[in-house]
């Protein structure tokens, strides 16, 4: 029979602008519909609260928070919503409408899925559920009913009717909201809930998506709270053998009863679930799911609803910590005893003296891993050595997920157990394998080599370049330019600016004073050279400068001025009766410079007279006249 005919809705107009035209679905506080916005004519779904919820003021507010919530997450794996509104007793929101099915319909009609169709599942929920705590938000009520699958394949994550502020997550003595095939042990224990308290319900989705059962049930919804409590949701393989230890590794570390060694949000977890599937083969991922199990049913254990939580009185305070047993626990719910009956087992070993060794040699020598994915190197080390471990040498990789210098891995790994004074090895990520070149125009020198540090990338070489429009010691460009991708810690070559160009004056044969006056009032830095050469300028003036006149300087840039200590003087060979040629050869080895002059008739080639007298001296470079002398 279509009990839709039954529903009131059913073909109403609500709010003068929505016309329903299907009921969805049924959840523990809301119906779901097809319907059509009839301003837009788009078909979307209306999430209508019951009417009897909806004299609740604390309900409608919490209805209402999701639409804002969820209206600022703008991300493909999130289920959109549209418009908040209320018609007499309806309170509804308008969404994002997904044909297809639930997480929860493929569940009862196949039991079981590959590890390969649980893991692409998966990933897109984490990645919507890391969306949503970045944000700062909390779903609280992750399950298969809230993974839409559309006809597409697309996942998205719905049902954020539960969703608050991490910050804002305080502890209440009398009931707690969720589904409670899925609440994390420190919900039912406090009433809190942060984004860990997601990841505790997505290992659960990830076991039972992998094995066809929920990991803890019962006849009543206490007995399974119980479990959640006091018993560890066990290895997937125990109930599917063959499955990869990679896949129970990742259901032990998301469903870890401490919430301080689960990853901190889903942002760490979906790495977590991409190391596993790095290492997980074809043949791995492709084995073929159990068989559909009977507990793949609609239990009130799968729908959303108010939970008491047990208020103790003030002489039971001591007592708070744990749910007290239901009168028949499942067997599996033995596996860790609740604190109470282990002290009475502790009590009795005690008696016959055996108590304090088998308590230490099967306990008391272990300790967890804690939570350290995604923190700083720093950070994560202070948190091991605080819970008594001890931490090996980091190593480096790359990794698209998380930032550059946080922890990306640790072996062992977060949740597993190692001896109190064990060793942990820490994965520091380099960032993603290929960075992007920032721009850095206009920064300084310093800090463009900072900019580039921080992105992965090296300074390469530095030059210099003169700039009218970019101030001096700022960059002007990088090689490769801006924008371009580059493996990590490639060097990145930078233009740096000299400033604008400054003409150098020319200031041979100038005193040292005048000199440096005039160098300096261009704006350029003098040194004087302490040795001094020989040079044709007069002695104590300027023999040389290290910019000739007329180059290009930048601003403060270091002349060094080399002063005169006056010419060599030379011996002068004695080239009289020898001819034109002997003799100029003879004068120019000795570093002369050389005129002949004849006289009339300038028939002869012998050299009669020289201006300096064989064997006096002269200044090196000076001029030597030699006279020929004629017929």
Known sequence: MDTTLQDPLVGRLLDGRYRVDARIAVGGMATVYR????????????????PSLATDAAF?????????????????????VFDQGAEGAYVYLAMEYVAGCTLRDVLRERGALSPRAALDILEPVLAALGAAHRAGFVHRD???????????????????????????????????????????PEQIEHGTADTRADVYACGVVLYEMLTGGKPHTGDTPAQV?????????????????????????????????????????AVALLALLREARAALGDEQLDAAPPLARSEARDTAEDRTSVIARPVPAESDVQHTNRLPAPEAPPATARRRPPR??????????????LGAGVWYINSGQFTRVPAVLGQSEAAATKRLTDAGLDVGTTKRAFSDVYERGTVMAADPAPGERVRGNGTVTLTISRGPEIVKVPNLKGKPLAEAKRLLKEEGLAPGVITGEFSDSVAQGSVIGSDPEPGTERAPDSAVALVVSKGSPIDVPDVSGETVADATAALQEEGLTVRVA???????????????QSLAGGSRAAEGDVITLTVSKGPKLVEVPDVTGESTADARTALEDAGFEVEVKKSFPYLGDTVASQSVAGGGTAPEGSTITITIKGL
Do not use: C, W
Request: charged letters at 20%; proline letters at 7%.
């Open 60 to 80: 409608v507010e919490r209805f209402i928070r999701e639409a804002k919530s969820v209206a600022r997450l703008a991300h493909p794996n999130v289920v959109g």
């Open 340 to 353: 109470g009956p282990l002290l009475l087992v502790v009590a009795v070993l005690l008696a016959l003296g």
């Open 225 to 265: 709270l119980y479990q959640h409590l006091n018993t560890d949701v066990p290895a997937p393989s125990a109930t599917v053998p063959g499955l990869a230890p990679e896949l129970d590794g990742l259901v032990a570390a998301a469903t870890a009863r401490d919430p301080e060694v689960r990853p901190h949000d």
């Open 142 to 184: 992750m399950k298969p009913e809230n993974v839409l699958i559309g006809d597409d394949g697309r996942v998205k994550v719905a049902d954020f009717g539960l969703v608050r502020a991490v910050g804002s997550a305080t502890a209440t003595t009398g009931s707690v909201l969720g589904t409670v095939s899925y609440l994390a």
């Open 35 to 50: 319907a059509v916005d009839t301003r837009l004519d788009r078909v979307l779904a209306l999430k209508v609260m019951h």
């Open 530 to 544: 302490p040795e001094r050469i020989n040079s044709p300028e007069d002695a104590g003036t300027v023999a040389a």
